[in-house]
């Protein structure tokens, strides 16, 4: 009949049909992309690769668990929340630890024990808050999912419109921020060559800090996320990190925009690819999910370390070059 | 406080203190010599628990024939308590199998150190530490989930292959680990003293030039990764035929990465002797935390381990940050065949660091366990 076939009813069909591993991995992709953008602006800014990243999102985890949980009110309080604590966190860590060792003259190496141990000390410090919660107050607190306290719109769940509004909103400030302010431009100086940057009176120092702001305020942000889909507990951090590392070295660790690319691709892929191989295989296999972002990370150094940002430009490169040049550039 | 108490107190220091001085030494030999940060040193330790885990018990049973129609892991202690009452009576088939499980491990492990490194091992620190990171956390994961390897997040059961040693077992085992350590001890030890020593702590210092002089960087490297992943691995075996069990929840990071690290920080890094006093000092302040945790269990509303924990990384935070040579720093190299004598005064004049004229003439202990 030609009514059922009407855009209603096609609309309504897609509607209802619009699978949930979709949700599951947009959701995913999301959280990923808000840390490894953090992730790639502090190595590109201080060239450390920061291992306490997952840390602030267990920072944020818990605002959301204290806020639904222990008071009881909208879970979406959590978000400025978490954003200020794990930028805060950030701050102390920065200044507490990393700058001094900077001046010092410590290598990536130190700073990447340091940052090790200041990962250990933050989860501890997440797990004997869960075990007062537990032990003082008679709340479950590990391995929590807060699915139910979420607002649904339609088929769409609450967490998937705001984290999806969150992340445009944030690659266009930070688009804006690089592009358009002179602090970003400063921020970009930085990036290209520090002491040529400082040398012409930008304050690197403030530079990195500001770095460090984001990227903690961000972890924190992805972290009020992650219960409101996924079962959380103190260890959410450690099993986002793969994920996060695969997603940045696939973008290449040299831009921003890299990383966003890189992080989409990879938990679209691992999401997606984990489903596939699920029902291909049988459940089991949903256990070494992690092995794919491994996988693809290690396929991307030993061919191309330079990640995704060098094979679109080198792409672009050759498109753009006049004939003469494509045909002529192995002679 | 009874007898037995303090003996097994000991015993456990002791033991442990081999355990991690046997991953210490590869770790120093790796990051303080040759300058590869691995990150994911747990993954060879696991790897050779893995080995004694998966292979012991089962070779046992079908040398034994025992109990052919039940199921392996299911009735796993049930087989293990049967195979133990055969090993008891047989040292010849006790010995041949420990030796065997080493062997197997040492070239498993081998295999698993150069694949596990060789995606990043030609780049720079920060790619290999995420890399060697990634590996030992994927590593964790498949243990914890295959449970035909080593039970999953249960445990599986290994033989006494030294039950026949009856009441000396504890010491006999003890005094096995200790030759075993001190077999690696000496063969690093050799190792970093002879000219190769020099040739990889080239590689540390500068990579391009000692490409420039013809050394292989990437294969030194991958050389030396190989050969600590499979001499680490006999730090897993050892512990699995200690506790008699595998257990794949405990190869952690924090335990086996992290807790390493630390020991051969606070010891001093490029020199053996660092790492040992690190690792003393590290196994007795812990054994000490475990043995009176109970008693501050009482008066927290939390486990104790996060305390210690939390305890651990600000040390670790103070040692990078007010003394990060640690407390026996690494000496020049001293090359064979030079008349220190002569140039010492000389050399001395214009502020250059040399080692002590007393160098030259040392006795055989001194010479062997010199930085």
């Known amino acids: 009949m030609v009514s059922d076939l009407s855009i209603l009813y096609i609309l309504k069909n897609v509607y209802t049909m619009f699978p949930p591993i979709i949700k599951d991995a947009l959701v995913y992709a999301n959280c990923v992309t808000l840390m490894s953008i953090g992730f790639t602006l502090v190595y590109l800014i201080s060239r450390i690769p920061n291992f306490a990243q997952s840390t602030f999102a267990v920072l944020g985890v818990y605002c959301t668990f204290s806020i639904v949980r222990l008071l009881h009110i909208n879970p979406y309080i959590a978000m400025p929340l978490g954003f200020v604590l794990g930028a805060l966190l950030a701050v102390l860590v920065y200044l507490g630890v990393v700058n001094p060792l900077l001046k010092y003259g410590a290598g990536p190496i130190l700073l990447t024990i340091s940052l090790l141990a200041i990962q250990q000390i933050f989860v501890s410090g997440v797990q004997i808050y869960a075990d007062y919660v537990r032990n003082v107050l008679g709340v479950y607190s590990r391995g929590f999912m807060l699915r139910v306290n979420d607002f649904r719109v339609g088929e769409f769940p609450g967490v998937l419109i705001v984290s999806t509004v969150i992340i445009v909103a944030a690659i266009v400030a930070m688009h804006l921020m690089l592009t358009r302010t002179q602090f970003g431009i400063a921020m970009r100086a930085t990036v290209e060559n520090a002491p040529l940057a400082a040398v012409l009176g930008i304050n690197i120092r403030m530079v990195s800090l500001v770095s460090w702001v984001l990227t903690g305020g961000l972890a924190g942000l992805a972290g009020t996320f992650l219960p409101l889909w996924f079962s959380s507990g103190p260890g959410s951090g450690g099993m986002l990190s793969t994920s996060i590392f695969a997603a940045s070295v696939v973008g290449g660790l040299s831009s921003i925009y890299g990383a966003i690319l890189g992080s989409y691709l990879i938990s679209l892929l691992e999401v997606w690819g984990s489903y596939l191989l699920m029902t291909q295989f049988g459940l089991w296999i949903g256990a070494y999910r992690m092995l794919i972002p491994l996988t693809l990370m290690s396929i991307v150094l030993m061919y191309e370390p330079g990640g995704m940002v060098t094979i679109i430009e080198s792409l672009r490169a050759r498109l753009s070059a006049p004939k003469r040049y494509r045909e002529g550039a192995s002679t | ?371």
């Open chain 2, 1 to 371: 406080m009874t007898y037995d108490l303090i003996f097994q107190w000991i015993v456990d220091l002791l033991m442990f203190f081999l355990l991690y001085l046997i991953v210490t030494m590869n770790l120093n030999f790796m990051y303080g010599y040759t300058g590869i940060p691995h990150f994911g040193i747990s993954l060879s330790v696991a790897g050779g628990g893995y080995v004694v885990g998966a292979l012991t018990g089962r070779i046992l049973r079908w040398l034994y024939n025992v109990y052919p129609q039940l199921d392996f892991m299911y009735e796993n202690s049930k087989i293990t308590d049967e195979i133990n009452v055969h090993l008891a009576r047989d040292p010849f088939m006790g010995i041949s199998m420990f030796l065997f499980i080493i062997v197997v491990s040492l070239a498993l492990n081998a295999g698993l150190g150069y694949i596990v490194s060789r995606p990043a091992i030609r780049l720079s620190g920060s790619y290999l530490i995420i890399v060697l990171i990634g590996m030992a956390e994927a590593i964790r994961v498949i243990g914890l989930n295959y449970y035909p390897l080593v039970g999953g997040t249960f445990w599986i059961h290994v033989p006494d292959v030294f039950g026949w040693m009856g009441d000396f077992r504890t010491e006999g085992f003890l005094i096995i680990c200790a030759l075993f350590t001190l077999g690696i001890f000496l063969l690093l030890q050799a190792m970093s003293t002879s000219p190769l020593g020099r040739m990889i702590r080239a590689v540390r210092e500068n990579p391009v030039s000692a490409e420039c002089v013809g050394k292989d960087v990437v294969g030194i490297r991958t050389k030396v990764v190989v050969l600590c992943s499979a001499l680490t691995s006999i730090a897993g075996v050892l512990y699995g035929f200690y506790i008699h069990a595998v257990l794949s929840t405990s190869y952690t990071r924090a335990a086996w990465t992290f807790y390493p690290w630390l020991m051969f920080m606070v010891g001093g890094i490029g020199n053996n002797m660092g790492a040992t006093l690190g690792t003393f000092i590290f196994i007795s302040f812990r054994r000490l935390i475990i043995f009176y945790k109970h008693n501050i269990e009482v008066y927290v509303p939390f486990q104790v381990q996060w305390l210690e924990q939390i305890l651990i990384g600000v040390m670790l935070l103070l040692i990078i940050m007010f003394r990060p040579q640690g407390l026996l720093p690494e000496r020049p190299t001293k090359m064979r065949g030079l008349d220190y004598e002569k140039f010492h005064d000389e050399l001395e004049n214009k502020d250059v660091k040399v080692p002590s004229k007393r160098a030259a003439k040392k006795t055989i202990l001194e010479r062997l366990l010199r930085r």
